[in-house]
């Protein structure tokens, strides 16, 4: 079956560093690829993604390619503030299902602590 | 809009009480879905349901049940809470007409944190 795995945290960053955080995943054909962010106390929001080999999805300055070759969709920003500190989720969508409802597998989350 | 509304926002029940968590979404979406987080463990799908009058089961269905009110609301029922219910629960909604190549965007609700004692 479908699944991602994503690098373990918590990751600790001061501000203005560099931010990698890793995803890989396993799925049958041609999955669309996404990362979601969860603030602390809130729900997740998409923050970007990618439906296709050699896509790059942005938002907010993060980025991630979408690696076919690989099975990698890894998360960068290249100057993080204080205000990303929260906990990063990796997922993946297949075909939808008959009805239509994306089913998402998700990766167990990295907690991204940016200190000033 | 206020999205995806879910109630109660917290709730502490003893190992065998019942309760029921609602949902509800005001952005006119036939898909919703329960999902519970845990620790190390990332999201976990428990049901989900693709339009009024249906459901299916998602990853991990068993000890709970869901009623698709309507279009806009879907609850999710503990039947006799065990502590290994113990988690937070998202109610998510998306579109389904899937555009080609496009995908549906899930939009979160802010959560519930149950406690099993």
């Known amino acids: 079956g479908n699944s991602v795995t994503q690098m373990e945290g918590p990751v600790t960053l001061s501000e203005e560093a560099f931010l990698t955080i890793n995803c890989t995943y396993t799925?049958?054909?041609?999955?669309?690829l996404f990362w979601y962010v969860q603030y602390p106390g809130e729900g997740l929001q998409l923050l970007l993604k990618a439906t296709k080999a050699d896509d790059k999805g942005s938002n907010k300055g993060f980025e991630a390619t979408y690696r076919k070759e690989t099975t990698s969709f890894h998360l960068e920003k290249g100057s993080v503030q204080v205000s990303d500190s929260a906990v990063y989720f990796c997922a993946l969508s297949g075909p939808p299902t008959q009805g239509g409802s994306e089913k998402l597998v998700f990766g167990k989350g990295t907690k991204l602590t940016v200190n000033p | 809009n206020a999205g995806v509304t879910q109630t109660p926002k917290f709730q502490v029940l003893k190992t065998g009480q019942s309760m029921t968590l609602q949902c509800a979404q005001d952005m006119n979406h036939n898909s919703m879905y329960w999902y519970r987080q845990d620790p190390g463990m990332g999201l976990r799908l428990i049901y989900y349901?693709?339009?009024?009058?249906?459901?299916d089961k998602g990853e991990v269905p068993n000890g709970y049940n869901v009623s698709r009110l309507n279009k806009r609301e879907f609850s999710l029922r503990l039947e006799s809470a065990a502590p290994s219910q113990t988690s937070v629960y998202f109610c998510a909604s998306s579109e389904t007409i899937r555009l080609a190549g496009g995908y549906n965007e899930q939009f979160f609700g802010p959560g519930t944190r149950l406690t099993v004692l």
């Open positions: 349901s693709a339009s009024e009058g249906t459901t």
């Open positions: 799925a049958t054909g041609y999955p669309s």
